[in-house]
């Protein structure tokens, strides 16, 4: 593993603007630096050095592809006030990662309930309704706002990413059916039958189909799992090769307590509560499942967060 400053400085010469879209750059060129930014992200993960910049933030709107602010838009949603979900906001904002006491210290209630409501407001602005946006507030939202609070340098940068995220990367996961979320399930037995049926075996004789154990998992893109520094570690990954893998992911942590679920007489106990995250070996798991799940499968896989 290449040391933490030496990734440090690859990675902020391939950030560099000049460097993915300079005048000069090629389309090829540009091509050639993201993929080499996302494979250091898969090998290595984002490196965090003391006094220097954090690179997450460049990186995650590099991969959603926000590089324009609108500061005036925002202003005037929040200047909005409450809107028509607002008591469904309230009713969440104050459990998102409660337990968490460094997002906690950082993210107050107010800033979640700031950026809900002007996504609300934006979503159902007239510009919004004449697209036909199939999505609107629904629990569990709150969850998948957190980490861009958390990692983003202004509410404003927070709020560009999330609506990104969800308007572009998971959009059927937020209709009031959450329709991408149980599509998300049904392919998670699936998959998990495919790349393991004994285990598969095991969980269905016990009655245990994703929709009952995998629900907040993939809903929340595994944000429901502490500790955030590791969900951020995994949302790199995510945010760099597709939303989808996150079915992959949950299907990993099934893997890596498969001896005890298997050992087990109750196994709906040890799913009640994942354990706690640990996002390179999830990552690993995660990418050697990729090749053992057939075409069409992987394909209904990719589209499912926001192909009807």
Known sequence: MAPQSSLYDTLSNLLNPLSLTGRHR???????????????????????????????????????????LNAEDYLRWVSMGPSSDSHKIKNDTFRTLATDTQFKGKVKEDMLIRLLE?????????????????????????????????AMPSQLEAFACFSTFIENGCP?????????????????????????????DKLYSKNLKAE???????????????????????????????????VLCVIAQLLLMRQELMDSQSPM????????????????????????????????????????
């Open 212 to 246: 009952i154990y995998a629900f907040p998992s993939v809903m929340t893109l595994c944000a429901c799992t502490p500790p955030l520094e590791e969900v951020l570690k995994l949302w790199d990954f995510l945010l760099a090769f597709g939303l989808h893998l996150n």
């Open 26 to 68: 090629s389309t090829s060129d540009i091509s050639d630096g993201l993929k080499k930014i996302r494979r250091i992200v898969l090998t290595e993960g984002i490196p965090e050095v003391p006094n220097r910049p954090a690179l997450r933030p460049k990186i995650w709107k590099l991969m959603l592809k926000v590089d324009n």
């Open 118 to 150: 002007a996504f609300v407001w934006k979503i159902t602005s007239t510009e919004m309704e004449d697209e036909g946006q199939p999505f609107k507030y629904v629990q569990g939202m709150n969850v998948l706002s957190a980490p861009f609070l958390y």
């Open 269 to 308: 106990k040890i799913l009640r509560t994942f354990p706690t995250l640990n996002a390179r070996p999830i990552i690993g798991i995660t990418v050697a499942l990729v090749k053992d799940i057939p075409e069409d499968l992987y394909k209904e896989l990719v589209n499912h967060p926001f192909i009807p």
């Open 172 to 200: 059927l996961y937020v209709q009031p059916s959450l329709k991408g979320v149980h599509e998300g399930l049904k392919l998670l037995d699936k998959c998990l039958e495919i790349v393991d049926q004994e285990l598969y």
